[in-house]
């Protein structure tokens, strides 16, 4: 389960112009559970197919209407 710090790192990774302003242990648990791939040579970073999943998933939670 990520927390909801690794969440929003997750979501500016896949929305910045240049993600190279993220510590290592920020973005640590993210290549760990392979949601980013990080490029230690230039500091690129881009998110993975899973991670895309899981941000999709987010999303369509976030935007379905509660039932109660």
Sequence with gaps: ?????????????????????????????LVQRQLIVYDARDRSMHVTALGEHILHSLASMMCEPRRY
């Design 1 to 29: 389960m990520l927390s909801p710090h690794e969440y929003s790192t997750l979501m500016l990774i896949k929305h910045a112009a240049f993600p190279g302003d993220f510590t290592r242990d920020e973005i640590r648990p």
